[in-house]
């Protein structure tokens, strides 16, 4: 059983700085994905931020330049680096495995951002 627990998230003003963490246990297969996606009230879910395999980055428009994906293999655990925070990225922040050998889709509970003065 995939398991997803994010962790980090919180109050910050306009212009700071948060870097969630979303720990993995369960075993998912070498071919995969991983990512952070963000829902806020009223709102579609979207995809923030992925990272596959084999290294490779993907970024929503709106957080290029500002925010980075990366993972710790040791620790099985997905980071998400966010910079240069602003209102509009208030939202839920959810971790996302996408095991591709299994067709298997996991989710985490997610964790609140707030970004405010």
């Known amino acids: 059983q995939v398991q997803l627990v994010e962790s980090g998230g919180g109050l910050v003003q306009p212009g700071g700085s948060l870097r969630l963490s979303c720990a993995v246990s369960g075993s998912i297969s070498s071919i995969h994905s991983m990512g952070w996606y963000r829902q806020a009230p009223g709102t579609e879910r979207e995809s923030v931020a992925g990272l596959t395999s084999d290294g490779s980055t993907n970024y929503g428009d709106s957080v290029k330049g500002r925010f980075t994906i990366s993972r710790n293999n040791a620790k099985n655990t997905l980071y998400l680096q966010m910079n240069s925070l602003k209102p509009e990225d208030t939202a839920v922040y959810y971790c996302?495995?996408?095991?591709?050998?299994?067709?298997?889709?996991?989710w985490g509970k997610g964790t609140p951002v707030t970004v405010s003065s």
């Open positions: 996302h495995v996408f095991d591709f050998s299994r067709d298997m889709r996991y």
